[in-house]
């Protein structure tokens, strides 16, 4: 069964970090690109970052960039974001989806595998 599970949400003052994982199972994450996404109730889907399968490329978006890092590490399926100075507007429930590539850069879109969320919630 093709699987993503996301952990590592939870409750952190604001300028706290938190460090996100995912687990894949059921495929082959070294043909994946992998990507952080996050969702508040009522909003759009945000994109944050995406890895490439190598992990020799990386993508962040302009909010996260200087304090959100992608990395991934193939032999345990696992792909985290680190999060450091966290911040009231960072909180949402935090995604983790992939697709089959092998580009040379990763984007954004056309995710077809996707996690159940975990939530960030940053606040006083």
């Known amino acids: 069964q093709v699987q993503l599970v996301e952990s590592g949400g939870g409750w952190v003052q604001p300028g706290g970090s938190l460090r996100l994982s995912c687990a894949a199972s059921g495929f082959t994450t070294s043909s994946y690109h992998i990507a952080w996404f996050r969702q508040v109730s009522g909003k759009e889907r945000e994109e944050i970052s995406c890895?490439?399968?190598?992990?020799?490329?990386?993508t962040v978006v302009d909010s996260g960039k200087g304090r959100f890092t992608i990395s991934r590490d193939n032999a345990k399926r696992t792909v985290s974001l680190e999060m450091n100075n966290l911040q009231p507007e960072d909180t949402a429930i935090y995604y983790c989806?992939?697709?089959?590539?092998?580009?040379?850069?990763?984007?954004?879109?056309?995710?077809?595998?996707w996690g159940q969320g975990t939530q960030v919630t940053v606040s006083s």
């Open positions: 890895i490439t399968e190598s992990g020799s490329s990386t």
């Open positions: 989806a992939a697709k089959n590539s092998t580009a040379s850069v990763c984007n954004l879109r056309q995710y077809n595998i």
